[in-house]
């Protein structure tokens, strides 16, 4: 069975530090990884996706990273904005459905 | 079509009611997903459907549970008699085949 992990589970930070979120998933044989990234609640919005043969994705100050045979990704948020103050999940599908699994999330909070 | 509506936003109901939920996905994808989220949580799967058949159930939907996608389209959610640990948000999404793309979901609390 898929377990997705995320550490940490809350961080603080100043604006403008570059930070890392890690996420990482017990089976290798996946498909894909998707961060997503949720406002108090609200639904989740995709974020990234990363194929199971691509090594990152980029989009605009995010960088996500994938190493399969570790079973890590991280999350790299450049130049941090307080905007950015959100959980971010992510999650990878599996089973015979390719439903996700999440992790809990890590909340972020950027202090202006 | 900009994607994956749920209605309603918000609902609140005694214990013991009946409530529903509506999805309707993006129009071009086959695939439609329920999830279930708790506070400091991330979404758990409930339940499946590739077009009109409901193929994966999650040990989470009990048998006060039922979904329905009538002809492919729209989605439905019904929890019968409701209890205060069915209080969540519920997520729809669909995909096209692993990209997901989510709603907003429907916050229900049971009083």
């Known amino acids: 069975k898929q377990e997705v992990t995320q550490i940490p589970a809350a961080l603080s930070v100043p604006e403008g530090e570059n930070l890392v979120l890690n996420c990482s998933f017990t089976?290798?044989?996946?498909?894909?990884l998707q961060w997503f990234r949720q406002d108090p609640g609200k639904g989740l919005t995709s974020l990234l996706l990363?194929?199971?043969?691509?090594r990152e994705q980029t989009s605009g100050r995010l960088n996500a990273s994938l190493d399969k045979s570790s079973g890590r990704s991280t999350l790299y948020i450049a130049a941090s904005q307080p905007g950015d103050s959100a959980t971010y999940l992510c999650?990878?599908?599996?089973?015979?459905?390719?439903?996700?699994?999440f992790g809990s999330g890590t909340q972020l909070t950027v202090l202006p | 079509d900009t994607g994956v509506s749920q209605n309603p936003r918000h609902k609140i109901t005694k214990r013991g009611q009946n409530v529903t939920f509506r999805c309707d996905p993006i129009?071009?994808?086959?695939?439609l997903y329920w999830y279930r989220q708790t506070l400091g949580q991330g979404p758990e799967f409930l339940t499946y459907?590739?077009?009109?058949?409901?193929?994966?159930k999650s040990r989470l939907l009990s048998d006060r549970f039922s979904a329905e996608r009538p002809k492919g389209s729209f989605s439905t959610l019904e929890i019968q008699r409701t209890e205060q640990g069915d209080s969540a948000m519920y997520l729809c999404?669909?995909?096209?085949?692993?990209?997901?793309?989510f709603g907003s979901g429907t916050r229900l609390t049971v009083v």
């Open positions: 459907f590739q077009n009109e058949a409901q193929l994966e």
């Open positions: 999404a669909s995909s096209l085949p692993t990209f997901y793309t």
């Open positions: 129009s071009e994808h086959n695939r």
């Open positions: 990363i194929q199971s043969s691509q």
């Open positions: 999650a990878v599908p599996s089973g015979s459905a390719r439903q996700l699994t």
């Open positions: 089976d290798s044989a996946i498909y894909n």
